[in-house]
Structure formats: C-alpha cells, structure tokens
C-alpha cells in the first residue's frame, strides 16, 4: 500500500533498532539509548543534522534478546515506523546514554539495508499516507464504506465508550478525547493502541497489520478487554465505597497534580457543590469590578489546589471574607433633626455645647447627604460619655455602631492588616468592623486616638490618617484584601482624653470638641436621670424596691468619688443595688435609722422586707464602707509651709499639698517627688528670689537671722512620690509654701495656685500652650456652680467679674492689671499699678468634684486671681495668702 503523493518521508532512513518498545504511528516514545550503532546514529545524524529530514528516523522493534545486540546485526524486523526526533538529552551517569522523544509518523517497509555502520541505514519504502494525520474526520468517514466502515464504527464507538468511564480530569484521557473527535477514524487503531494498556507484542501486531481492515480487527479486541476490564474494577469500587472514597481522597490530596478542573463545569461531589456555592455568593456579593476579577482569580487557583496545601485554607478563608464584606449593602438614614434633638437630650443630661454642635454637625449631614465634613473628636476625661453619645449619634442617624479600641495600639497592621503573606495574616480593625457591622454605612467610634502606641512595626496613626482623610478613604487598601474599600460612607467619631498626644497630623483632621467633667450639682442629676434608673434595671430591681434620696446621692458623689465623670459614681451605684438586690431576695430588712437618728436594726427574717428599701447615710457606710474623700483641706494647712498646688492631668484637674520643713543645717535644699529638672530649677529660682527680698517680707532663719538659709537645711516634697512631675507652673506654689515657712504664717486654704516665676518676681501664665489651660479652667469652673466661678480683672474700678467660660480665658489672661486693693495694699504700697503685668493665678479649689461646697468658693471670690504684677508676689503675701483667720 504505497503511498500514491502527497508528503513522503525520505526514502532512505537510518534505523533505530529498539528492544524497548514498539513506536505506532500518532503516539509519542521515549527511548533511551546506549548501544554503539544507536549512539552513533544519535550523535552523527540527529545532533549534526541541521535540516528537518535529518532528524526523521526509522525505528525498527528489535524482537531479540537485547543481550545479543552485539556486533554482527541481527536480522531486522521488515516493519517499522518513521518517527521525528522532538527531542534529544544527553546524559553520562551511569554510563552514557542518549534519551530519544520520537513522534511516529507513518509504517515503512525495510526493502534493503545500505550499511551497517557506524549505524544502520536502509532502504524503505513508505506504507501510510501522511497526510491522514492532518485531515479531517469528516473526510475520513466519507471515505470508508462497507465492512471497513463497520469496523471503524464499532471501533469509534468502543472508543467513545471507554472514554465515558474514565476520569476526564486525567490529562492523558482529555488528550484522548480531543484525538477521537478530530481525528480521520483509520488512525484510530494505532492511536488508540499506543495509549491503552497492551503489551509490546501486541503493538507489534498492530504494527504488522498494513491492511486497515487488518489494523482494526487486531485493535478492536485489545480496545474491549480494556473496557472489561475497568467495568470490572468499578464494579469491585462499588462495592466497597471505602476504597472508592480513599482513591478519591488522595486523588484530592495531590497524587494527580495536573488534575484539571473546568469552571464551567459541574463537579463531582461535595467540593464541587461547595466550589459552585462560592462562586454564585462571589457573583452575589456586589463587588465593585476590581473586586470580583480578583475573586473570581482566586477561586480559579483555589479549584485547582489540593485541600491539604496550607494555601488552601489561606485562599478560601480570604473569599469568605470578600463575599462577607458589605460592599453595596448599607442601612438608609433616617435623621430627623428634632427628634435627634430629643434623643440626645434623652440619653444625656447637660454637655449642652458638645450636643448644640452635634445637632449642627447633624443638620447639615441632612441637608447636603454626601458630606466630607470633619471628623469630630470627643476630648475630655473619662467616663463624661464620649462613646455613649457617639452611640446615640448612632442611633438617631439610625445607622450601626461599631467602637474600635485604639488604646495601645502600636502596629500599623492593627488598622490596615497584614499581607496575606505572612502566616496568620488577617484584616485590619476597620474591615473588621465592617464584615461585623455588616454594612458600608456604620458610625465607626475611633476610641482613645491619644493612647495610639507606635514601634518598629510602623506608626498606626500614619495609617489612621489615609482613614480619615475624606479625599483618600474611597479607595482604603487593606493589606489582606489588597483591593480597594470605599469608606466614603462611614461616619467616623473619635474619643480621646487629651490631644497632647494626638500626633498632629492626626489631630488636623479632626475637630476637636471638649467633653468637661461635671459639677456635683449636674452629677446628681445624671445619677437620677440615668444612673439609677439603669443600675436598677440591669440588677433586676424596680424603683418600689429601691430607694436612694437625693443626699444619700450627693454623699455618694463627694464622699466616695472623686471624679470628673461619672464611671466611678455608677459603679457605687451598682454596689448599692447589689447589696440591695441580696437584700430582696433573701427576705431581709436593711439596717434603718429612726428618725431620731438612732438606729433600729429590725431582725425579722420570716417577714419580706419594707418596700421600698431607703438607702440613708448609715445604709451608705454599711454597703460601701467608711467614706474614702473625707479629708477636709483645711485641716492640712494647719502648719506654715504647706501650700496648695495645681496639677493638670488628662484624667481632669489635682490639687496637690506640697510641704516643705527647715532643719539646722548648711544651706541645703532637698528635693523629693520625683521631680524634672525643670521643677528643680524653679525651687532654686524660689529660693533665689525669697533670699534676695527676705527683709521686705521680713523671712527669717530658724535662728531669726535675715538670711532665710543661713545654718539652714530646707525640704521641699511633693506628694504622689511614685508619678514623675515637671514643667515649671509649680513655681508659684513653691515661693508661697517656702515663705509661709520662713515667715511663719499660714496659707489660706481656700486658695490653690499655679504659675511659673521668673526670677525677678514675675508670674506666668500657667502653660503655653492654650489647651492645658483651658482645661484646667474648664474643670475648675464645672467642679462649682459655673456662674460662681469669677476671673478678676481690675483694670476697671474694683473687682470685675467675668463670667466663666473656658474659651475666654486666653483673653482675660492677656493685659491684666493689678487690683486696686492691691496697690493700696498693708505690706507693699509700692506695687506699680497698671505696668505690663503678666501673670496668672487661676485658682482651683477642687477639678473633679470635690469636698469644697461652692457655698465656700462664694466667700473668697476675690482669691480667685488672675493677677499680672512685676511684683506680684509681693501682693501675693500682702494681700491675702497669709492672712489666715486663725492667725
Ligand atoms: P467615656 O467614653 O467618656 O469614657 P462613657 O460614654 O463610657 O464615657 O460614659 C460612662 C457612663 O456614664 C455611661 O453609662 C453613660 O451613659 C454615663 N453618662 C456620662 N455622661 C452622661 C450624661 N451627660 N447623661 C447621662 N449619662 C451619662
């Protein structure tokens, strides 16, 4: 059957002569191959060659013994097939050897052999047509008629059916299908031959068959056994699912790495349905177009990965999160400006500045819906409720809340996430907050921004700031998603208690509000407003049970808090409805006093307890123990040498007593309470200053002499030893308390001060900076009955009352001028009068609320003294800081 046309293989071939198996025409073989002609054939032919024909070969089975593949060539197999070597590697270990990939192209008939050495070449004669491998099937079919076209039906078909039962996801059987259907039928049978399990005998049969007819008859039955044989093997799985399961499992596990899934396929099994499940959520979730792309790729790299690689984990866990994420999904405002109105007033007692300006902030959000307006920030001590109106901004936008803690966060992947490198990487707090909150639209409270920590791991605050930055935040990557997230819709509130220590970058995007603390009077109002009612209800009680009278209440506030909010006041309140609620259910009556004062303890145990239980002050002392703030502050100043201070902290306003006692000795001066260098130099300007006008003020040792230090050892303390101190606004307190020592005179105990001297008797305001000093002002004001609280300026006749407001202060501190009754004053007459004074003594008589009545503050507004005098110290002693009525 030669081959009439159309291409032809050269008509002379060198021959490979192999014992390792038989090349069919349409397969691919790999050889290897050592013996001297094959090498030779190797070396000379295929790898000096350089035209396409040299590297066409004949490859002949060699039917001997290989071992007797020696020198006289044994006789040659008449049939063979002419293949193209694709490949060629060379190796040397263990001993060298060439490894052939050769693609077989038509049958050949050896008609005589040319020469023997160095390898064998003959002469052939070619048997098949080429071209059949090129044409289509169409044609091929056409072409066959009779019982040749029979054969070649049955065949295909057995074919077909082979193919139904094996697992498409094999790489070798999609190869297979693709063969069958675009292939010309005659090619069948050596195709279909090569790749079935047979054994080289039968290939060669297969070979040997040059009539097509003859082909597929020797085929047909190796095609069927082949089919038998896997019918069987799946019978024998069925019937113990078991082993079924497990070749499934480790199939799964990665045996087959090449396994191939296609996504628009319906899988098998559970994975399948899961896979399928996934990919219709991902195609739910919304997302913006980057998103799903990303999604989509993802789950493409998840279908084809084994469930036992770690990455696996990884990547599902990463498009659960995705499909979570509400992307589309937010709640509709439903702001209404006076009912918002009567929220906040409901959920809040006074802060009556902090509401006005959330209803603004509130009100234009109404009125222009796509606002990219500031970010508020809540400043003030704790518990004044910061985050409860935050919660109620929440609530009257009808919006979810989500509080984010800040405090001590000091690693930017906090905010933004780690890369999905690292192991147990994860999303950052705020994608966080959004998969929890469940919408792209939530009040999201940024708690305690001041305590943001930072460390190697990159500054969190850094990354806050492309957070709430409105220009920036509609596309924030997180790390983990490494796709964009609009945060445009959120509404960001933060809380801090100072802004000292909010970085500035940080604090410029933010407006700042003042949350002050309380006066007592307002605290009394938010425990019966809020508190109580609350506690009762969260012990279980109801207000027919328990009762606690409006003085029990203030005892409450300023004998067993001291505070500027309220937290430590709702926490006694829980202790008193604890007591009670053991009270209740155990049938007991409290301890009551008598109206004569005396009290009656009523032992009935059988008898249910008289509703409603009053909480008096004996009822007080029993649950919540001896008062803790009981000290009067007079009783401490009782000795010269001590004198009151002021202290700023975030946490509100201290007064602190610092004493300082003289010894015989030689003009030392100790220093204790951990205190700053800046501290230290103001004790010694003190000391400078008191020597050098010590006979003015007539300051005497402790032998009477006029040097106050002359064979004297002097002390000064501070209290709270364990809290570092510095800044120079002590230095008031100091010359005061070091000359009430020298002269032997009491300080006023209603009087505390700050200011930092200079040298030559001059008195600073209290900080540079505005913000401490409002503060102070701001607490000093609200721990009394604000309209009782007075600047004094004397720059007109008199004293002049201002009245309190925390932001005026910077003016009234500028330009002060002495007070009349100052200038005129018993000690020095000659204070100049209207010079430029600087100075400021705000007085303070308790921030948080305290255990001075402001009944007291009204008898000695004039000490409350924002004086400015070159001589002001001079002033301060004459006029009133020594002139204690006991004295
Ligand atoms: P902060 O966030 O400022 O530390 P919170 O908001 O947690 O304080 O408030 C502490 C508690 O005090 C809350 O139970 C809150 O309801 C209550 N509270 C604070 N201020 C008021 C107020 N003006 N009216 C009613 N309750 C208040």
Known sequence: MASAGGIQIPNRLPLLLTHEGVLLPGSTVRFSVDSPRNMQLVGQRLLKGTSLKSTIIGVIPNTRDPEQDSDPLPPVHQIGTAGIAVQVVG???????????????????????????????????????????????????????????????????????????????????????????????????????????????????VLDAVRLEERFRKALPMLTRQIEGLKLLQKTRKMSPDSDKRVLSVRKGGVFPGRQLNLDEDDEGEDGDDMAALERKIQGASMPEAALRVCLKELKRLKKMPQSMPEYALTRNYLELMVELPWSKSTKDCLDIRAARTLLDNDHYAMDKLKRRVLEYLA?????????????????????????????????????????????????????????????????????????????????????????????????????????????????????????????????????????????????????????????????????????????????????????????????????????????????????????????????????????????????????????????????????????????????????????????????????????????????LTLTGQLGDVMKESAHLAISWLRANARTYQLTNLVGGPDPMEGTDIHLHFPAGA????????????????????????????????????????????????????????????????????????????????????HIHPSIVSGLSPPDWMSSGSASGSAPTGSSFEL???????????????KLLSDFSSSLLPVSSPAALTHLFSSFLFFHPKL
């Open 723 to 806: 809290v570092t101190k510095d800044g120079p606004s002590a230095g008031v307190t100091m010359v005061t308390c070091l000359a009430s020592l020298f002269s032997g005179r009491l300080v006023r105990s209603d009087v505390a001060m700050t200011g930092e001297i200079t040298l030559r008797g001059l008195v600073l305001p209290v900080s540079s900076t505005s913000g401490p000093t409002s503060w102070f002002s701001s607490s000093a004001g609200r721990s009394f009955k604000t309209e009782k609280v007075h600047f004094l300026s004397t720059s007109g006749p008199g004293f002049r009352s201002e009245p309190f407001d925390p």
């Open 840 to 854: 400021l003594l705000v007085s303070w008589l308790r921030t948080a609320a305290g255990t001075w009545s402001h």
């Open 91 to 205: 190796s040397n270990w263990p001993k060298p050897h060439y490894t052939l990939l050769i693609t077989g192209l038509c049958r050949f008939r050896v008609s005589s052999l040319l020469k023997e050495r160095p390898f064998v070449l003959a002469e052939v004669e070619q048997l098949d047509k080429l071209e059949q491998y090129t044409t289509s099937t169409a044609e091929g079919a056409t072409a066959e008629d009779g019982e040749l076209g029979e054969l070649s039906q049955r065949f295909y078909q057995a074919a077909v059916q082979l193919l139904g039962m094996l697992d498409m996801s094999v790489p070798v059987v999609a190869k297979f299908r693709r063969l069958l259907d675009s292939l010309p039928r005659e090619t069948l049978p050596d195709v279909v031959a090569s790749m079935i399990r047979t054994s080289n005998k039968e290939k060669l049969q």
């Open 364 to 668: 234009v959000r109404q009125l222009k819906t796509s606002l990219k307006g500031p970010i508020l920030c809540f400043v003030g001590p704790p518990g004044v409720g910061k985050t409860s109106v935050g919660r109620s901004i929440a609530r009257t936008l009808g919006r979810e809340f989500h509080r984010i803690a800040l405090g001590g966060v000091c690693d930017q992947s906090d905010i933004r996430g780690h890369r999905r490198t690292y192991v147990g990487s994860m999303p950052g707090r705020i994608i966080n907050g959004l998969k929890a909150v469940g919408v792209n639209n939530p009040v999201f409270l940024l708690d305690e921004v001041d305590k943001l920590g930072k460390s190697l791991q990159g500054d969190p605050a850094a990354a806050l700031l492309e957070v709430l930055d409105p220009e920036q935040n509609h596309s924030f990557t997180d790390h983990y998603l490494n796709v964009a997230f609009d945060l445009s819709q959120v509404l960001f509130i933060a809380t801090a208690n100072t802004t000292a220590t909010i970085p500035p970058a940080l604090l410029d995007r933010m407006e700042v509000l003042q949350v002050p603390g309380y006066t007592q009077e307002e605290k009394l109002e938010i425990a019966h407003r809020h508190l109580i009612p609350n506690q009762l209800e969260q012990h279980g009680l109801t207000p027919q049970q328990l009762l606690l009278p409006q003085d029990s209440t203030q005892n409450v506030i300023s004998r067993y808090t001291r505070e500027a909010g309220v937290r430590s006041l709702e926490r006694k309140i829980g202790a008193i409805c604890r007591a009670v609620a053991v009270k209740v259910a155990e049938g007991h009556r409290v301890k009551e006093a008598t109206p004569s004062g005396q009290e009656q303890q009523q032992e009935d145990k059988a008898a249910p307890p008289e509703m409603p239980i009053v909480i008096d002050h004996v009822a007080l002392k029993d649950i919540l123990g001896p008062p803790l703030f009981d000290m009067e502050v007079s009783e401490r100043l009782t000795l010269p040498g001590v004198a009151l201070g002021l202290a700023w902290t975030p946490l509100g306003g201290e007064i602190m007593f610092v004493e300082a006692s003289r010894m015989e000795g030689e003009g030392q």
